[in-house]
């Protein structure tokens, strides 16, 4: 199975996209009302923008895993991390909107955004296009973060 091209792409998009799952279930079970009720900066997109946003960095980290995977240098330790990632991304989605803790989750999103980097150097080593489809990925979170730190401002 690990070898084969398309059930690898498979695994890697069921995995990433169980952390899309789960973090989408938790931000639309408990968003509401508390979300509406925050202050928000001028700069935050409306809620439709969310969903076509993450769709497409989702599959973009599948792709990006998936092509590192297919490499002969891969080191099985990046793709641990690429795991741990995941969790962080959901885990955020969980303490911020469950939760509503906001500055917990910026400590969440500031490790996740560590981990991103790392992938991005680790995946640079051995696959540059892996390391490319990971940017978009990387500046979106940095804007959740401007997001997450504004929301604790004004909240």
Known sequence: ???NKFLTF???LTITFSASLIGGLATMTFKEPWYSLLNK???NPPDWVFGPVWTTLYIMMTISIWLYWHTKN???N???IYFIHLILN???SIVFFVF???VLALLVIIFLIALIINLILRFKRVKMMSAYLMIPYLLWCSF???LNTSLIILN
Do not use: E, G, Q, S
Request: charged share 10%; aromatic share 24%; no cysteine.
């Open 1 to 3: 199975m690990f070898k």
């Open 10 to 12: 498979i695994f890697f």
């Open 41 to 43: 900066p001028v700069f």
């Open 74 to 76: 891969k080191n099985l």
């Open 78 to 80: 990046t793709v641990y």
């Open 90 to 92: 959901t885990t955020w």
């Open 100 to 102: 509503h803790n906001m």
């Open 144 to 146: 959740a973060l401007i």
